[in-house]
Structure formats: structure tokens, C-alpha cells
């Protein structure tokens, strides 16, 4: 780890402008770790834009510089523009844009630092380190490793990044994830107001979209699994915002006699987001969901994964319903 952090510096202080894309549906991971990079790149005079494909959840608002993200797609930018594309959080090359034709210049080095399974190692430089629980853990390292000072600001992204990637350090989180956490804290990063950012300051209409996908919920008495859906009909009539619902993946872990859940959420027509949770952790001999995500075309961990269809939500369900039987675990 130490030896890579040094040959990705080194492009970082050879670099002048730098993109860096969020992933599809960025989470709090992705959110963090892109504007700890904003920040320190921004201070070591470095010209660096952060874009994202998809609107980034309200929450996030909080965050340093939350506002200097774009809300535009790769495929829309002149790639010419820059000689260093960062890819952080992102596992494959599908992960960070909605288009399926696309090329990076070979004259633009790209570095990929990230902590999936399913990491296809896409990148000019690439940093995966699947045993470290997120992407803004590795980021600490990294830092410590070159001696870059971490202030109050860096430390509160990190610290939203690890709390979030971890579900709250309740799984993907070892001893060493616990000390950085201590450490961040010790930095200045606040606890209180990270936990009252993230998780209560609800909008109604976000626990509404939970109340519709709550009475949606089924089970697989055979398979061990339970999902719900929400339709695009249904988002529109509450009011919501498409990705509001993310926080109704914590009830699908609760469920007595199940190995995993899903939700699927039409966000538009024909565009059905799925998001899997495992009921235990992996390591724990839980049922590992990114299976199921990478053989419908998507990614993520073993506890928590995601994919996007591009399908109605009747076909969709469907198809996850077929795919999940397939990988799961009989009675």
C-alpha cells in the first residue's frame, strides 16, 4: 500500500487538472472521498472538477464543497481537457456513467483507487484494497503514508465516508477501522453532527417512500430472501426524490428466516434500480449479495451491492427474482 500511494502522489504532483467522476447513484463513500481529493488537490493548486451522472442525495449537503460537484455525465465532458482522471470508489468502467460507447484518451493517465470485490482493475494505476471497508479508509492511509496533514475538513469526510460505507461500523469494520475512526475524531472530525446530518434530517416524504416499500414487502419462504419494489407512479405521488427510499434497506436486514433482501425502484420508466443487503456479514458466513449484482450487470460488496435495468418494473422484478433464486440458499 505504501509503495502505490507513493507512485500515485507522484502523478498527482505531476498532474494540472484532474476529473474526478463519481459513481452511479454516489453514496456517501463516493461523495467523501471525492471532496477529501477536491480539497487537497484544490490546496496543492491543482485544477480539479468532481461530476456525477446522478443528482447526489440532499444529505450530502453538508459536506465541504458538496457544492462544486457537477451534476453531468462523463460522456459530456471534453476529456481533452484534462491529464489525470481519478476514479474513486468505482469498480468497473460501467459504474461512473449511464453511456455505453465511450473512450478515455491514452494520453490521460487514470488511476482507480477503490475496496470492491468486483474491482476489474480498469485503470492505469490501480489501488484495490477489497479487505479495507471503504474507499475514504484507504484515503486516510494514504495520506498518513505521504505525511499529508489531516485537518478538521479532511477529517470530517472521512469519517462520513468509513461511518456510511460501514452501515455505522456495523459491518467491513476491523480493529484498524475503529482506530482511524478514533484518530479522525481526535482531528476534529464531529461525530454528532455527522450522525444528525446523515440520519436525521428527513424530509416526510422520504419516510413515506419507506412506508410504501415496507407495504410492498414479500418473502421466499425456500430461497431464504425477501424484496419489495416502488414504482415510479408511487415516487411521483409521494413527491419524493428517487433515491430517497435508500434508507428502507435497513428493514430488509431485520427479517427473521431470510439470508438477504432487495429493493427494486423504478427512479424513471424502463429504469429500475436494485439495491441488495446481506442479513449477516460474509465473513460471518452471510450470504454474499455482489453475486447477484455482478450477474445483472452491477457491483459492490459482499454485504451491500447494487445494479441498474434498464426494463419496466414488472420484467425487472422478474429477472432479480429469477437471478436471486438462482444464487440462493435452499431450506
Known amino acids: 500500500m505504501k509503495k502505490i500511494s507513493r507512485e500515485i502522489f507522484k502523478e498527482f504532483k505531476k498532474a494540472k487538472r484532474v476529473l474526478c467522476p463519481l459513481h452511479l447513484n454516489p453514496d456517501g463513500d463516493s461523495v467523501a472521498s471525492a471532496l477529501a481529493m477536491y480539497y487537497l488537490l484544490s490546496r496543492m493548486g491543482k485544477k480539479i472538477r468532481v461530476t456525477s451522472s446522478d443528482k447526489l442525495s440532499n444529505k450530502f449537503s453538508f459536506l465541504k464543497d458538496c457544492q462544486k460537484v457537477e451534476i453531468k455525465d462523463f460522456t459530456d465532458l471534453d476529456l481533452t481537457k484534462f491529464d489525470l482522471i481519478l476514479f474513486l470508489d468505482i469498480s468497473s468502467l ?38 479495507i471497508g471503504s474507499t475514504c479508509q484507504i484515503l486516510y492511509e494514504f495520506f498518513k503514508f505521504q505525511g499529508i496533514k489531516i485537518d478538521k475538513n479532511i477529517s470530517d469526510l472521512l469519517y462520513c465516508g468509513i461511518y456510511t460505507d460501514t452501515g455505522g461500523l456495523e459491518f ?128 459492490g460488496h459482499k454485504a451491500a451491492a447494487g445494479f441498474e435495468l434498464k426494463m419496466d418494473l414488472n420484467n425487472a422484478e422478474k429477472t432479480v427474482l429469477k437471478t436471486a433464486r438462482k444464487f440462493a440458499k435452499k431450506h
Not at 461512473?96 to 494520453?107: A, G, H, L, V
Not at 479522525?184 to 464531529?190: H, M, P, Y
Not at 414504482?231 to 405521488?237: C, E, M, N, R, V
Not at 425502484?265 to 443487503?277: F, I, K
Request: net charge negative; charged share 30%.
Open 172 to 299: 467491513a469494520a476491523s480493529v484498524r477501522t475503529h482506530e482511524i475512526m478514533t484518530d479522525l475524531l481526535r482531528k476534529g472530525a464531529n461525530h454528532n453532527e455527522i450522525v444528525f446530518q446523515l440520519e436525521r434530517k428527513l424530509d416526510i416524504r422520504h419516510i413515506k417512500s419507506w412506508g410504501e416499500i415496507l407495504e410492498n414487502l414479500k418473502i421466499d419462504v425456500k430461497h431464504r430472501f425477501c424484496w419489495s419494489t416502488i414504482s415510479y407512479d408511487d415516487i411521483l405521488k409521494i413527491g419524493c426524490d428517487p433515491t430517497d427510499y435508500h434508507g428502507a434497506t435497513e428493514y430488509i436486514k431485520m427479517i427473521k428466516g431470510t439470508d438477504f433482501g432487495f429493493i427494486l425502484a423504478e427512479q424513471e420508466p424502463n429504469n429500475v434500480r436494485g439495491d441488495l443487503r446481506s442479513r449477516r456479514q460474509p465473513e460471518e458466513e452471510g450470504f454474499d449479495v455482489s453475486q447477484i449484482a455482478v450477474a445483472l450487470g452491477g457491483g
Open 94 to 131: 460501467n459504474r461512473f456513467t449511464k453511456e455505453n460507447n465511450f473512450n478515455i484518451p491514452e494520453n490521460i493517465i487514470t488511476i482507480n483507487i477503490d475496496h470492491h470485490d468486483t474491482n476489474v482493475r480498469f485503470a492505469n494505476i490501480n489501488a484495490v484494497f477489497p479487505e
